[in-house]
């Protein structure tokens, strides 16, 4: 395993830096291993990083960086259990392809595919369903290299403790080596997408989320404005987009306009509203059945910056019509969609949807464009009810807040005591949400 060349390392919003003493780029586990124990005769720490989605600082560290390029096999495959073992490095979208060439398929999964597999379930991504939750519900076995440089397989069955606890771990138990995902066979969903008004939406979201296995919608703030996505299983056979109304609709109008409006209201802010109602307008209703990934998830080239809370599901609807009143309040010029989900609850301990039905609400703000005042607004509203902040999206929370909302929090930092006393996984991001 030879040392890459040492630079600045920036996530993909921008926002997030950090300068490694060292990157290494291990080749299997055991080069993991001859890290995290090279970490520890030198008194660093390490950290793995994915592909820079998280908009924390979760993956940043000062010490020993390693990078998952390399490790990115297909351990195993079994169509008949449909176990499928792989390695941290492998991008979501790899995954993707390969699993739907085994008759196989992700249950669930978020709306972006170019994460790792390890970055993604170590932050909770989790997608929208009515039965069928996040990453961390798909997951049946880890393997990770621990603080003492032993590899360690767990599972329900074999340490479960540090299964339910590791699998949103946000890396601080362990480097994650391999994930065995328990997949589905291969299936269509049947996507509709219809513009709708805010109060038609509000007053049928339990009907949509209720009726359909994979419901959520955008508001585009300033307006009326709403786009409604419900996805189903459905038998076939496939109808997908055709090539030109794709190009138009998911890279031309999300993507190339898009940017340019962002480019727009940066430099004047005060047309927002006029043009987010354009863009409001702009997208259509349309109906297309593909495979399960491809409905699931879609292109982003526009950089944006994120805060997504998750809340208990009855509040969602008050808290909605809360935030929009803030827009009537504050000074805010926002062009980005406020995006709306729903999941059934979980068990991993640190799954923000652990032990509750729940609401997730999600803010962004074009990457070039002030953050802080709108999300702190929104966070106010949100901790008001005991939300949970997304791991790998912007928040202010520390461990004194956390540990009100999690129950078994304080069950995850006595497992990380005995597992990593030096803190070799720390950096000042776990050191915030999990403390010294």
């Known amino acids: 395993m030879s040392p890459t060349s040492t630079q600045t390392w920036r996530n993909w919003a921008g926002n997030q830096r950090a300068v490694p003493q060292r990157v290494l780029a291990p080749r299997d586990t055991a080069e993991v291993v001859a890290a995290v124990r090279a970490a520890a005769d030198e008194g660093r720490t390490v950290r793995m990083i994915g592909t ?89 076995a880890l393997e990770m290299v621990l603080a003492d440089g032993s590899v360690v397989t767990c599972s329900r069955d074999e340490r479960p403790d540090l299964f339910d606890a590791a699998r949103a771990g946000v890396g601080a138990l362990g480097i994650v080596t391999a994930i065995t995902w328990r997949t589905v066979p291969r299936f269509l969903l049947r996507a509709q997408e219809q513009p709708m008004k ?39 056979p496939a109808e997908p987009l055709p090539k030109y109304r794709y190009w138009l609709d998911d890279q031309f109008l999300s993507n190339t306009v898009f940017g340019v409006l962002n480019r727009v209201t940066h430099r004047v802010p005060a047309v927002t509203p006029r043009l987010n109602g354009i863009s409001a307008r702009a997208l259509g209703a349309r109906t297309y059945t593909d495979t399960s990934y491809k409905v699931f998830t879609s292109p982003r080239t526009v950089r944006f910056k994120e805060q997504e809370y998750a809340i208990p599901r009855d509040m969602l609807l008050p808290t909605l019509r809360e935030l929009r009143a803030l827009f009537d309040k504050r000074d805010w010029r926002i062009s980005f969609p406020i995006e709306v989900r729903v999941l059934p609850p979980e068990d991993a301990w640190l799954s923000m949807a652990y032990d509750r039905p729940t609401a997730f609400i999600a803010v962004h703000v074009y990457h070039r464009d002030p953050h802080e005042d709108y999300f702190r607004g929104v966070e106010e509203l949100m901790t008001a009810i005991g939300g949970r902040p997304h791991w790998g999206k912007l928040h202010t929370r520390d461990a004194a807040y956390l540990e009100t909302v999690y129950p078994r929090f304080n069950d995850f930092l006595a497992l990380r005591n005995e597992l990593d006393p030096d803190r070799r996984f720390a950096n000042p991001y776990t050191r915030r949400v999990f403390g010294d």
């Open 52 to 140: 820079g989605h998280s908009f924390t600082g979760a993956a940043a560290t000062d010490g020993i960086m390693l990078r998952p390029d390399r490790l990115t096999a297909v351990r195993s495959v079994d169509t008949a259990s449909r176990l499928v073992t792989v390695e941290a490095g492998l991008p979501l979208h790899a995954l993707n392809r390969f699993l739907d060439e085994h008759g196989l398929a992700l249950a669930n999964m978020g709306d972006i595919q170019q994460q790792t597999v390890a970055g993604a379930l170590q932050t909770a991504t989790h997608g929208t369903g009515r039965d069928v939750a996040g990453l961390a519900s798909q997951v049946a």
């Open 198 to 236: 805010w109060d038609e939406v509000l007053a049928r979201t339990d009907e949509f989320a209720a009726e359909n296995e994979h419901f959520e919608f955008y508001w585009f703030p300033h307006t009326d404005g709403c786009l409604t996505k419900r996805n189903n299983r459905v038998d076939g």
